[in-house]
């Protein structure tokens, strides 16, 4: 996994509650500073579950996730772009979603209501434009953004939900994503495919079965 343990508070801060080391520290941050909404609609700190721990513990260049429900897997990458975009400088993460609902629902739900929820002495620390309704932009240069397409955008991370999804509903679209958005992101820098299997046809299926053989064959890895 690349090095997560970047960027301090600045030091002019001084309401900042938490310690300065465990707030350098990642994997503390992603369980100690962080909240989401569980199933009922209740504001909860956010913990991570076995399969995104496991995730966030192999995470690479280019990622395939075949998920299931309620792992909670968009939401654990939303929470990891965010703090990136956050506690590294000058990074850009984009969300495409398969519908605007989805998009508008990914950014009130997850994006925004983790940043309004994390505590005032270190979103004090940060100047925010929220002009924009559907993306964050921060004083230290990042900023997070969701959306249907991100074709002339060029982005740090990238996540593409549902793409199983897209294709079987909208091949159009799918191809579009494919051919344009992709094209955001350059070498060295992060993709995250993730989807529900839609049968055993289309992009997402051949993008997964890609990364099986790949996986299988126990080649070393590049970016």
Same mark, same amino acid.
């Given at each position: ?6 960027? +301090? $508070?600045?030091? *002019? ?9 465990k707030m350098g520290n990642f994997w503390w941050r992603m369980e100690n500073i962080y909240y989401v909404k569980n199933e009922a609609g209740e504001k909860v ?7 995104q721990r496991f995730f966030l513990n192999n995470i690479w260049f280019l990622n395939i996730i075949l998920k299931a429900r309620q792992l909670g897997? &968009? ?6 772009? $965010? *703090?990136?975009?956050?506690? @590294? ?11 605007? @609902?989805?998009? @508008? ?10 940043? !309004?929820?994390? /505590? ?8 925010? *434009? &929220?002009?924009?309704?559907? +993306? $964050? ?10 959306? &249907? ?12 939900? !549902? ?7 909208? /091949?159009?679209?799918?191809? !579009? ?6 094209? &955001? ?8 495919? !993730? ?10 299926? *051949? ?17």
């Open positions: 996994m690349k090095n997560k343990t970047s960027r +301090q $508070l600045p030091e *002019d801060n001084k309401g900042i509650v938490f310690d300065r080391n700190l956010f913990k991570l579950r076995w399969a897997f &968009t939401t654990v990458i939303c929470i990891y772009f $965010l *703090d990136q975009v956050l506690f @590294e400088e000058n990074q850009s993460a984009g969300i495409i979603a398969h519908t605007q @609902e989805d998009a @508008e629902n990914i950014f009130r739900n997850k994006i925004m209501f983790a940043w !309004e929820n994390l /505590p005032d002495e270190l979103k004090s620390s940060y100047g925010v *434009d &929220t002009s924009n309704a559907k +993306q $964050l932009k921060f004083n230290n240069g990042g900023s997070i953004r969701v959306a &249907t397409s991100m074709r002339s955008d060029t982005l740090q991370y990238l996540l593409i939900t !549902e793409l199983g999804t897209l294709a079987l509903k909208y /091949p159009e679209k799918a191809k !579009e994503v494919i051919s344009g958005s992709l094209n &955001t992101i350059h070498r060295g820098q992060m993709l995250i495919i !993730e989807s529900t299997a839609k049968g055993q046809s289309g992009k997402f299926y *051949d993008l997964c079965m890609m990364a099986l053989n790949f996986a299988r064959s126990k080649r070393k890895l590049s970016e």
